[in-house]
């Protein structure tokens, strides 16, 4: 059967952005200053000291959607209707795959004017999926709080591949099957960037493997 031409799915929602963007504040500053998370102390002490970023990189540690927010509950809840169009376009039983998610958000402080840390032709270099670059039946993407004006690119194929450029708007999900590595621009903004992603995954792809058994995954009923 020939692999279908990759397509984006989105979603606009209805949430308040403002008010989520206060809460997931609320959680880095928790994470970085109280050890919410009951993080190892070297890592605590790291991310303490550098607190950008800190959210992403300590992301195995929790999962997004278990946190009790109404804008959580909704974006979970359109991202499983997403995920019916994702499988209908790419001819997949959903059911069968019994699909489990994991979430988190990533906060970065803003760039300094003149600082340059991502370089969007060179960055887009994870496959951000536990799938080898394989594609669907693997999905991920992401939800933007903050993210207005940047822009997701991609490299539609593969590192190799077609750049796209995926200007993001506040209050929109995408979904995306994996397989097409992505970055981001830097960010002047004065507020930092603030972004929920996630990695969307077969549950029969999930127990091989002492790390991803680490991950705390939940289905996505």
Known sequence: MLKKEHKFFDKILNNDVDDLYLYLENLHNAIVNDNFLQLPEDLFRKYNATPSGAATQV????????????????LYDALSQTLDE???????????????????????YPNNIGEVNVSPLK?????????????????HGYY?????????????????GTLF?????????????????????????SKP??????????LQYLGGSSYMNQIPWIPLR
Request: net charge negative; proline share 6%.
């Open 59 to 74: 992301g195995n540690f929790y999962n997004i959607f278990q946190f009790i927010n109404p804008n959580i509950v909704r």
């Open 86 to 108: 994702a499988c209908s376009y790419y001819d997949i039983d959903r059911k069968n795959e019994k699909y489990m998610i994991h979430g988190w958000f990533n906060l970065d």
């Open 123 to 139: 960055y887009p270099e994870h496959f951000h999926d536990h799938s080898n670059g394989m594609g669907a039946p693997w999905f």
């Open 144 to 160: 933007c709080v903050n993210a207005e004006p940047s822009t997701t690119y991609y490299k539609i194929g593969g590192i190799d």
């Open 165 to 189: 450029e995926n200007h993001n708007k506040n209050n929109r999900l995408v979904l995306s099957e994996t397989g097409h590595p992505h970055g981001r621009d830097d960010w002047y903004q």
């Open 193 to 202: 960037r603030i972004t929920v992603a996630y990695d969307i995954t077969p």
